[in-house]
């Protein structure tokens, strides 16, 4: 049977920025086996302007610079296209993202993420992406880190990429709105702080019962 096979393509002006987070750990295995692929693409080859230039200043007058959206339009228009992919704009006033949201994306074969910077980027994209999405009430230099966040949090969903399945089962927010119950390990006792004694005792239905017990609800 052929491993699930997922895409992610990240449109930005640093195309190189994200390298040394997804060429580590789990994101690099995952991507050695075949079970994902994390792809850059350079907005500045896209753009008509003998310069390179992909922003302009507002209309309207105001501080900063603008996205433009053509570029933008012709980087999406030259990218290859899974049968069920989506097209992700990383802004402020998105959606916010979510474990539920992550487990929903996961279900698509590719992900195709814009990332803005400087002031945003021309209203007319709308037109051109399928959802918005936030990852905080902040704002940040570009999407790029966002769109990370995404890919992380999606990437956990793709049969093989975590060691242990059972990992994504009992972590926070694997049900809605519940945290993950403390954990321990060796050694027993460290500088007069002991282990509790129930994750001690063997009795697996009582450790469950305290586990249970000790997982705080988180936000929804």
């Known amino acids: 049977m052929m491993s699930f096979y997922m895409r992610f393509d990240i449109i930005t002006i640093f195309p190189h920025l994200l390298d040394s987070y997804t060429n580590e750990s789990l994101l690099k295995r995952a991507q050695k086996n075949n079970l994902l692929s994390i792809n850059t693409h350079d907005l500045r080859a896209h753009t008509n302007d003998p310069h390179n230039k992909v922003d302009d200043t507002p209309y309207g007058g105001g501080p900063g610079m603008v ?13 290859p296209r899974d049968k069920k992919s ?8 998105g959606t916010p993202f979510s474990q539920k949201m992550a487990k929903q994306l996961s279900k698509y074969d ?5 990332c803005p910077r400087y002031e945003g980027i021309d209203e007319r994209i709308k037109k051109y992406i399928d959802k918005e ?3 905080g009430p902040y704002v940040l230099n570009g999407g790029e880190i966002a769109a990370m966040v995404v890919i ?4 956990r969903y793709i049969p093989g990429v975590l060691g242990k399945e059972e990992s994504l089962v ?5 049900q809605e709105g519940v945290l993950e119950y403390p954990q321990y390990t060796r050694p027993e006792t460290f500088r007069g702080s002991w282990v509790p004694k ?16 000790k997982s ?3 936000a929804t």
Do not use: M
């Not at 009992?170 to 694997?174: A, G, L, R, V």
């Open 198 to 213: 129930i994750l001690l005792s063997g009795n697996h239905k009582k450790i469950a019962e305290w586990r249970a017990k």
């Open 170 to 174: 009992e972590e926070s927010f694997s």
């Open 152 to 155: 992380e949090a999606v990437s």
């Open 216 to 218: 705080p609800k988180g």
């Open 110 to 114: 590719q992900l195709i993420f814009v």
């Open 86 to 93: 989506t097209v992700i704009l990383t802004s402020p006033r």
């Open 67 to 79: 996205y433009q959206v053509e570029p933008v339009v012709q980087a999406l228009e030259a990218l």
């Open 133 to 135: 999405i936030s990852i």
